[in-house]
């Protein structure tokens, strides 16, 4: 029997396939035994009202459908709610969904909110935003920031790597200073900045030193001077060559000071919403989510 007695269903519905993959959740839902308000949001403006307007209804579980965008920007709203947090894997990479150990497919995810078990973990924060799982400085953010409206809805991710391609074209390393309260502040040339509550970025696993339950935020520096570098890091950790780790600083702590030579635009969860200079950090044990029993 389950712990629960209601839930509400969030899903971001703009995505590509975002109405069929309601429909799949709602479907998959019907075998649990707790009420659930479902809502399919097609316009994500709306996805805030439409998460206030459902723990106005006083549900133990709240459920979020989609990526890891949709999952990062609405976690601030369940922050001191006394909810559970539950996530469906409907986005692209899924990389929190990973991280949690969640299945990828909706009937297994589904099982988890019935059948798993309540985790409190940390989330991460820049400067004052909550953010589940990695933020991005790099090349990630500038595909994010150009990438033409709806490309990736329309043509897949066919579009949008190509995309990418064309600004991998154009990138070059920037300097980052990193200040981890311990000593003087770090220098770097970089080609991407990853700060991490997880482990997965991008739907691989990349951050070996983050965890979602370790009290503290990682920085992962990949250094170098040439942009070639950022795809040897990339296929060595696809691969999962011991090259990996080659040329990559870490820096972990509770708040971590990360500045450049001029204001750099950060991706958190795959969107764009914050610009150096900023202070990552954590907030440990701060909500609870559903993860396999």
Known sequence: MSRFTSAALIVNAKSRRGQALFDQACKALDTVDFAVDAHAVEDPRDLEKTVERALAKKPELVVFGGGDGTIS????????????LGVLPLGTANSFCRTLGIPLDIPSAVRVLS???PKRIDLGMIDDDYFA????MGIAPKIAETVPHDLKKWLGR?????WAALQYVKFQ???ITIDDGHGHPRVLRAVEVRIANGRFHGGQEMIEDAAVDSG???VEVVRGHLRSRLIYNWAANVLRLPQRREKVTVFRGKAIRIDS??????SIDGEVLAKTPVTAKVAPGII????PA
């Open 73 to 84: 920007g609405l976690v601030d709203l369940l922050v001191g709610k006394n909810v559970v």
């Open 115 to 117: 059948e798993g078990q």
């Open 133 to 136: 799982n990695a933020a991005t």
């Open 158 to 162: 066919a579009g949008y790597l190509s």
């Open 173 to 175: 390393p920037f300097p």
């Open 216 to 218: 503290e935020i990682v």
């Open 261 to 266: 030579d001029k204001p750099r635009a950060i």
């Open 288 to 291: 609870e989510v559903m993860v």
